[in-house]
T-cell receptor
């Protein structure tokens, strides 16, 4: 039972354009959502997060949008840069149920930004 | 550099071997985790330790044995593994917030 899904295994965009990565979840108890970036041979690196009390969180070029009614979140990167090329993981947590970072991850989306 | 260090980075072991993975964090975090990433699968949570106490075992086979001697160190003892256990094993640490900080992982190959 895949509670967090990233239906696009890969995405390719031109440098300078917007990258939009999507994530869907099924568990209504999830109340905190995170995006991680992973380069080959490295562990995932925390990128940005959003609590379910918000519908948008912005940090520089990165913005995460949350649509609770649709159980959908997205990560926007604008403008995209070649260094953004990596695998992006969506993760979710039910913080009211568990303490700490019990994260459920999606399968990841490989983003390639072409110069 | 996330402050979470894993050793070794790569490990090849036979099915009858016993080996251990090590994780260390000096971020002052109270929680530590083992995750497994198999090819083309999402990261799967294996174990959770909070203030050295195991709070979660996500139905992991007994051939994987975690040990958390203190809040800064976490081990994963391996014995009689199977080839299908070959994967990237990731350690993470965190506080009470949901963000987890990951190490670089140990790429394990069981032959």
């Amino acid at each position: 039972d895949q509670q967090v899904k990233q239906n696009s295994p890969s995405l390719s965009v031109q440098e300078g354009r917007i990258s939009i990565l999507n994530c869907d979840y099924t568990n209504s108890m999830f109340d905190y959502f995170l995006w991680y970036k992973k380069y080959p041979a490295e562990g995932p690196t925390f990128l940005i997060s959003i609590s379910s009390i918000k519908d948008k969180n912005e940090d520089g070029r990165f913005t995460v949008f949350l649509n609770k009614s649709a159980k959908h979140l997205s990560l926007h990167i604008v403008p995209s840069q070649p260094g953004d090329s990596a695998v992006y993981f969506c993760a979710a947590s039910a913080t009211r149920l568990t303490s700490g970072s019990r994260l459920t991850f999606g399968e990841g989306t490989q983003l390639t930004v072409n110069p | 550099e996330t402050g979470v260090t894993q050793t070794p980075r790569h490990l090849v072991m036979g099915m009858t071997n016993k080996k251990s993975l090590k994780c260390e964090q000096h971020l002052g975090h109270n929680a530590m985790y083992w995750y497994k990433q198999s090819a083309k699968k999402p990261l799967e949570l294996m174990f959770v330790y909070n203030f050295k106490e195991q709070t979660e075992n996500n139905s992991v086979p007994s051939r994987f044995s975690p040990e958390c001697p203190n809040s800064s160190h976490l081990f994963l003892h391996l014995h009689t593994l199977q080839p299908e256990d070959s994967a990237l094993y990731l350690c993470a640490s965190g506080r009470d917030s949901a963000e987890a900080f990951f190490g670089q992982g140990t790429r394990l190959t069981v032959v």
